[in-house]
């Protein structure tokens, strides 16, 4: 049920109109680029401390586990794709989000966070999986992070010199 602080969501009747915002807050108007995930693990360059719920709820007990993980993480020059693997004794037994954070450190990342974890944490690259997912297959998700390479432009000729100098005046 609902907490005090939450109000229940009211169930709309069949065939009434309903009015959808994609309002957010805080408000992502003109923002070219955003991504969400877990816990940020990395900011300027250092760890961020994990502050864990000592609760038997499997979100804040897992981070101090070791499972598969994935991570984003970036800085001045590069990003990072991070996926570890994980529950497979023979192979590797995973990180705990503790872990993966020193780990975007010695990388060299400014700015890291988590993503998703477990079975879905898939490494897929130019048509096929290029991790050992703990599953042994890939699991059906509803999203994942896609990098795609742009083509390069073409290289500037001495008629498009002009029209940009003729467009700088």
């Not at 879905?120 to 994942?144: H, I, K, Q, Y």
């Amino acid at each position: 049920g609902a907490s005090a602080e939450q109000k229940p969501i009211p169930q709309p009747a069949v065939g009434q109109l309903l009015r959808i915002s994609t309002r957010s807050v805080p408000d992502l108007h003109g923002v070219p680029f955003a991504i969400s995930g877990g816990e940020v693990l990395v900011r300027a360059g250092r760890k961020v401390p994990l502050k864990p719920l000592y609760s038997m709820d499997y979100k804040y007990r897992s981070a101090l586990e070791r499972h598969p993980r994935s991570a984003i993480g970036a800085n001045r020059d590069s990003w990072f794709l991070v996926q570890v693997d994980g529950r497979q004794p023979l192979l590797s037994k995973g990180m705990t989000l503790d872990e993966l954070a020193d780990y975007l450190v010695g990388l060299g990342c400014d700015l890291a966070m988590s993503l998703d974890g477990g079975p879905s944490s898939t490494f897929w690259m130019e048509g096929e999986v290029r991790n050992s997912p703990c599953n042994r297959r890939e699991l059906p998700v509803a999203n994942g992070l896609v990098v795609l390479r742009k083509p390069p432009l073409p290289a500037p000729t001495p008629e498009s010199r002009e029209v940009v100098q003729d467009h700088g005046k």
